[in-house]
């Protein structure tokens, strides 16, 4: 259980990782994520070949990884003697990593059908654009990113709480959970116009995949019982 979690969490966080570092170069990641739909589409357009997997494997993986992740490091937590934290981890990083997945698909196959069909002039370009205004404030802004960051905010302080109890791993992966949730919501708070928290929007997301490499990291040290402390 121990490799299985750790690979996933290594994984997890690698694709993230690598695909926003892609998106970036490719996409003008993350700026244009608030960027109007016609620029974004434009721009999803242009690379049509590329950005749709960039975002199933990059960030649609990484939901996938951590789902998995929190069912086994769950097992993992309550084998050490820690049930009800465990399992609301449990409970909050399934729901997480279903809603990432879900959420960010929608650059994957809505998404470049918009850009599609606006390029060959199927619809007016106020409507597709109207159409991708309201499904990314819905699926984006609000599933796959406000109530996904909300219950990954969650799994981290519980989840942080029984690895203090257990010390399965090194109370510093709990730390950095406790911080990377603060983080997470105060990025939260742009959904209710708090212009500067973007950034902490965006950060949250990095340190989430952080987190994953290192909890990964940790369970490989710890399964051969060198880092309980």
Aim: contains cysteine; aromatic residues 14%; positive net charge.
């Amino acid at each position: 259980m121990f490799t299985a979690a750790a690979i996933l969490g290594i994984c997890g966080g690698l694709v993230v990782i690598v695909g926003f570092t892609l998106l970036k170069k490719v996409f003008g990641y993350p700026q244009i994520i608030r960027a109007e739909p016609g620029v974004i589409l434009e721009r999803l357009y242009d690379h049509i070949n590329l950005v749709p997997y960039l975002y199933y494997v990059g960030v649609g993986g990484a939901g996938v990884c951590l789902l998995f992740f929190s069912v086994i490091f769950e097992k993992i937590l309550k084998s050490e003697g820690e049930d009800l934290f465990s399992s609301l981890g449990k409970v909050c990083g399934i729901i997480a990593g279903i809603l990432l997945y879900a959420g960010i698909i929608r650059y994957s196959i809505l998404f470049p059908r918009l850009a599609q069909m606006r390029h060959d002039g199927v619809y007016t370009p106020e409507t597709i654009d109207l159409v991708f205004k309201a499904m990314n404030t819905y699926i984006g802004d609000s599933l796959a990113e406000h109530v996904q960051f909300t219950f990954s905010a969650l799994m981290f302080v519980f989840f942080g709480i029984s690895i203090i109890r257990t010390g399965v791993v090194s109370k510093y992966i709990a730390l950095f959970g406790f911080v990377t949730s603060v983080i997470i919501l105060i990025g939260n708070l742009e959904q209710f116009g708090v212009k500067f928290a973007f950034m902490f929007n965006r950060a949250g997301a990095k340190m989430l995949a952080v987190w994953l490499i290192a909890a990964g990291c940790a369970l490989l040290v710890s399964k051969r019982g060198d880092s309980r402390i």
